[in-house]
T-cell receptor
Framework: SQTIHQWPATLVQPVGSPLSLECTVE??????LYWYRQAAGRGLQLLFY??????ISSEVPQNLSASRPQDRQFILSSKKLLLSDSGFYLC??????????FGPGTRLTVT | SQKIEQNSEALNIQEGKTATLTCNYT??????LQWYRQDPGRGPVFLLL?????KEKRKERLKVTFDTTLKQSLFHITASQPADSATYLC?????????????FGSGTRLLVRP
C-alpha cells in the first residue's frame, strides 16, 4: 500500500531563516506530487505541483520554491522566511485515479 | 478568475439529522467534483468524486449531487453522528490535463451535537 511521509511535523523558525520541508511517498512510482499551504482558519492554497522528476509548476508567486530530485521525493524550500509563510504545509500525491492523498502535514510558525 | 464558495459559517445540527453542505463555483466548468473531509491538525481525506454527467453519487451515508446548470454541488450526510464533525472541502476539477491539480474551497465546518 502507499504511504506518504512529511517531516518535520512542527517547526518554529525566525524571520529571515531558510526552510526545507521534505515529503516522500512509498509504494507507487511516478506519482503527481503537490504542495499546499493552509493558513489558520483558511482553505488550502496550491503552491506547487510536479508531474515528474525535475518538473515543477508554481501556482503562486512568492519566496518559496520546490524541487523534485527523485521520483518519490518532493522538497519545499525558502531562502528567507517571512511572517506570512506561517501555516500548515501539506504534501499530496496522485497516481492513476483522480483523488489526492495527503500527508500528515508540517505546522510552520515563523517568529 | 475561478471562484469556489462554501458556507464559511459552521453548520450545527442534532445527531440523527441530515447535514447538507453547499459548494458553488463560478468562472469555470469542472468535469469532476471531489469532496474531502479534514479533521483539525490533519490532512484532508478523500470522500467522493462525482462526474459532470452524473446527477448523484452515494457512498454509505454520504450523497453528493452535481448540478452543472446551477454550478453547484450538494453534500449530504444522513443519520449524522458526532464523529461526522469535521470540515468538509469541495474541489471542482477541470477537464483532465497531466497536472490533475485541484483547487479547493475554503470548507464548511460541521458540528453534530449528541
Amino acid at each position: 500500500s502507499q504511504t506518504i511521509h512529511q517531516w518535520p511535523a512542527t517547526l518554529v523558525q525566525p524571520v529571515g531563516s531558510p526552510l526545507s520541508l521534505e515529503c516522500t511517498v512509498e509504494g507507487t512510482s511516478n506519482p503527481n506530487l503537490y504542495w499546499y499551504r493552509q493558513a489558520a482558519g483558511r482553505g488550502l492554497q496550491l503552491l506547487f505541483y510536479s508531474v515528474g522528476i525535475g518538473q515543477i509548476s508554481s501556482e503562486v508567486p512568492q519566496n518559496l520554491s520546490a524541487s523534485r530530485p527523485q521520483d518519490r521525493q518532493f522538497i519545499l524550500s525558502s531562502k528567507k522566511l517571512l511572517l506570512s509563510d506561517s501555516g500548515f504545509y501539506l504534501c499530496a500525491w496522485r497516481f492513476g485515479t483522480y483523488e489526492q492523498y495527503f500527508g500528515p502535514g508540517t505546522r510552520l510558525t515563523v517568529t | 478568475s475561478q471562484k469556489i464558495e462554501q458556507n464559511s459559517e459552521a453548520l450545527n445540527i442534532q445527531e440523527g439529522k441530515t447535514a447538507t453542505l453547499t459548494c458553488n463555483y463560478t468562472n469555470y466548468s469542472p468535469a469532476y467534483l471531489q469532496w474531502y473531509r479534514q479533521d483539525p491538525g490533519r490532512g484532508p481525506v478523500f470522500l467522493l468524486l462525482i462526474r459532470e454527467n452524473e446527477k448523484e453519487k452515494r457512498k454509505e451515508r454520504l450523497k453528493v449531487t452535481f448540478d452543472t446548470t446551477l454550478k453547484q454541488s450538494l453534500f449530504h450526510i444522513t443519520a449524522s453522528q458526532p464523529a461526522d464533525s469535521a470540515t468538509y472541502l469541495c474541489a471542482p476539477q477541470a477537464r483532465m490535463d497531466s497536472s490533475y491539480k485541484l483547487i479547493f474551497g475554503s470548507g464548511t465546518r460541521l458540528l453534530v451535537r449528541p
